[in-house]
């Protein structure tokens, strides 16, 4: 029984023949018990009924023509007196009242009554019916019905429900087939979708058709197929991205190191090299660091420590921080922060998004052009706006730009310095604080990045 299949057939028929072996067994002794019930009422109906033409007409001729009508196949009558001396029966053997432990003559019933009920083991059953017609003429009427008719009526009650449960059995097995259809065919599907999962094969197409829980459990499994073939496609972009991200700046270090160790060199030549290996180093730590920091919250084990401090204070320093990098590009940095408030964030993991921001800003924007940095509280919430006049984002972009190593303007990404990694960074400290991020940007005419914490 390892098939779901066979063990829902298994424990169908379990509960279905338990439930029709009850319900026959009720319906069978009930239907018996009341059809012998009928059988009784009848015969005291029928003894009663001669009793009482005997009473208003005793005589010979009546007793006779009771006799005569009893001369049936199932039914049989004695008709005795107070001693009882049989007065008239019908083809009844007498010798069989001793098989049925019946005494004529000790009779003492009083009305209608059955003697003999046992149908089962007994050729007949019996009743009395006691009659009057002066104190000292009375005696019985005793009536037979033959129990054969009884037990054949049971046994072609058996049969019918012998027929029945035969039935219920083609039945089961009809609907053991449409529940192996509609059922286990689909989780026949599944089971083999997450086998070719387990192997490293997404290409797993399922129909989601139903509306019930296997339809849902079909499109869970789609939507797992789809996402792991979608992660499969980033790891690999990934990898690569990483793998051409450090092989420039290292091909430089090697190459510039390379020619710096030629001894025919001016000093002016020793210090551009020098100047482009320091570049090309300091661009792979910062790769590193984003790297890092990436990995770190993948794996939930970087904590975000929040607590209360001056919102002024704080975007000064950052902007004391930075501003030399703009002053060097003949960019301006301006900075409002807008009226004097705490701010209940991480510190350091805030100073981390917008010097991100920024950095962002300034290697996207360019020469003479003027970054703004803007601070605000709306209630509770600080809101904090980076916008740029640079080279903008395109409006089928926007919503990739938070992607591991995703760069707009991948041609030219190392004019600008980007390596793809920044704004993730930044979307996941922000998440981290609870707060959302939006984007809004037009080709050419600069980026606005909003934070709301």
């Known amino acids: 029984m390892n098939k779901i299949s066979t063990k829902l057939a298994t424990y169908f028929f379990i509960v279905v023949l338990i439930m029709d072996f009850f319900l026959m067994f009720y319906l069978h002794r009930n239907i018996i018990n ?25 005589s010979d001729t009546t007793i006779k023509h009771i006799v005569l009508m009893e001369k049936d196949a199932n039914r049989e009558v004695i008709i005795t007196n107070q001693q009882g001396a049989v007065l008239g029966k019908s083809d009844i053997n007498v010798a069989l009242l001793e098989q049925l432990n019946l005494r004529l003559t000790d009779l003492q019933v009083e009305k209608d009554k059955i003697l003999v009920s046992n149908w089962r083991d007994s050729p007949y059953i019996v009743s009395a019916h006691p009659y009057v017609i002066t104190p000292k003429q009375s005696g019985y009427v005793i009536m037979f019905f033959s129990t054969s008719a009884i037990n054949g009526m049971v046994a072609d009650l058996t049969m019918h429900f012998a027929i029945a449960g035969v039935t219920s059995f083609i039945v089961l097995f009809i609907v053991y087939a449409v529940l192996s259809k509609v059922i286990t065919r689909p989780l026949i599907h599944m089971k083999e979708a997450t086998e070719k999962l387990s192997e490293g094969n997404f290409q797993v197409r ?12 079909a499109g869970s499994i789609q939507k797992l197929a789809n996402d792991l ?4 496609l980033e790891r690999n972009e990934f990898l690569a991205s990483i793998s051409h991200e450090l092989s420039t700046p290292l091909t430089y ?34 790769l590193m660091k984003n790297l890092l920091d990436l990995a770190r919250m993948d794996e939930n084990s970087f904590t975000v420590k929040k607590a209360f401090f001056a919102a002024r204070p704080f975007f000064d320093g950052i902007y004391k921080l930075v501003e030399p990098s703009f002053a060097m590009k003949n960019m301006k940095l301006t900075l409002h922060c807008e009226g004097e408030y705490q701010l209940f964030a991480d510190a350091l993991r805030l100073e981390q998004i917008v010097i991100n921001l920024l950095d962002n800003a300034l290697n996207y924007s360019d020469e003479q052009s003027e970054v703004i940095l803007h601070v605000s509280q709306n209630e509770e919430k600080t809101i904090i706006s980076v916008m740029d006049s640079g080279i903008g984002i395109p409006a089928n972009e926007i919503d990739f730009i938070f992607e591991k190593l995703y760069r707009v303007e991948k041609s030219r990404s190392r004019a600008f310095g980007g390596s793809g990694i920044g704004l993730s960074v930044v979307k996941e400290l922000v998440e981290a604080h609870g707060g959302t991020i939006e984007v809004k940007s037009k080709r050419g005419k600069g980026s606005t990045f909003t934070i709301t914490i």
């Open 34 to 58: 009341s059809k012998v019930d009928e059988e009784f009422e009848t015969l005291l109906a029928n003894g009663a009924n001669h009793r009482d033409v005997l009473m208003e007409h005793y």
């Open 206 to 217: 399922l129909s989601v058709n139903s509306k019930d829980e296997l339809g849902e459990l």
């Open 229 to 232: 073939e979608r992660l499969k």
């Open 253 to 286: 270090l090697i190459g510039y190191s390379k020619v710096m160790s030629r001894g025919n060199l001016t000093e002016q030549e020793r210090q551009q090299y020098l100047e482009i290996i320091v570049e090309e180093s300091n661009r792979m730590k910062e």
